[in-house]
């Protein structure tokens, strides 16, 4: 693995509801190198999506820091920060989110234009396996598919980090094994650095890296000597 790409260093997350205080993180600590696996585990309500959010420069820490390399994301202007998401990351999330009326190429293309140095839209969706369905609009592709095309998206703007929000939440076993096949395609063949989280387990045996969360806190970090391919993968 690379030098620490992400660092997070005693995270919290404390929301206001009224009168009640929710704390969503409480004191988080991890690091990423450049080009690992990364799973973060844990069930609804642990605290994944807030951190992820955090990471990704979508939220901010109630306490805490996130480094990206060197760089402290709560000194960053907004502007800084928009710039970050534009650049340093890619989202994923579990319903696709992409344009009923463009083509699968057109929802790729979006990012494309705003991004300094994209790559090549139709060499992404072969990457996902989708170059002869660039021409469809996603009521013409199954949730699988749909779910490609949202990959090639994210990757598309070459970002060094790429974020997946229970990438394989709305498939059945199958279709989320192409899936993520597909994401670590992108880790070991584009060398970018891949978080998934999810509340599935067996998704964690693929991974370099397992994060467990609970209540809003790790309690466990742990490295696979083995990660396996994701064709073993069952669910």
């Not at 969503?24 to 959010?53: C, H, M, Q, R, W």
């Not at 964690?204 to 309690?219: C, D, E, Q």
Request: aromatic share 6%; proline share 4%.
């Amino acid at each position: 693995m690379g030098e620490v790409l992400l660092k997070v260093k005693n995270l919290s997350k404390i929301y206001q509801m009224g009168e009640v205080k929710v704390e969503a993180l409480k004191d988080a600590s991890f690091e990423i190198a450049e080009g690992e696996f990364i799973v973060i585990l844990g069930p609804s309500g642990s605290g994944k999506s807030t951190l992820l959010n955090i990471i990704g420069g979508m939220d901010t820490p109630s306490d805490g820091e996130v480094y990206f390399r060197e760089q402290r994301l709560q000194e960053m202007k907004d502007s800084e920060l928009t710039l970050y998401r534009r650049e340093k990351v890619g989202f994923v999330f579990q319903f696709y989110n992409l344009l009923p009326n463009l083509t699968a190429r057109e929802n790729v293309e979006l990012v494309t234009d705003i991004s300094i140095d994209p790559l090549d839209v139709l060499e992404v969706l072969e990457m996902v396996g989708l170059k002869e369905r660039a021409e469809h609009f996603p009521s013409q592709m199954s949730g699988g598919e749909q779910q490609r095309v949202a990959i090639a998206r994210a990757i598309a703007k070459n970002p060094h980090l790429l974020l997946c929000d229970e990438p394989t939440g709305a498939l059945d076993n199958t279709t989320g094994r192409i899936v993520l096949k597909v994401l670590k395609y992108i880790n070991t063949n584009l060398g970018k650095t891949v978080v998934i989280i999810t509340h599935n387990s067996a998704i964690a045996r693929m991974a370099n890296t397992v994060i467990n969360l609970s209540s809003g806190r790790i309690v466990s970090i742990r490295d696979n000597e083995r990660p396996i391919d994701p064709e073993r993968i069952e669910w």
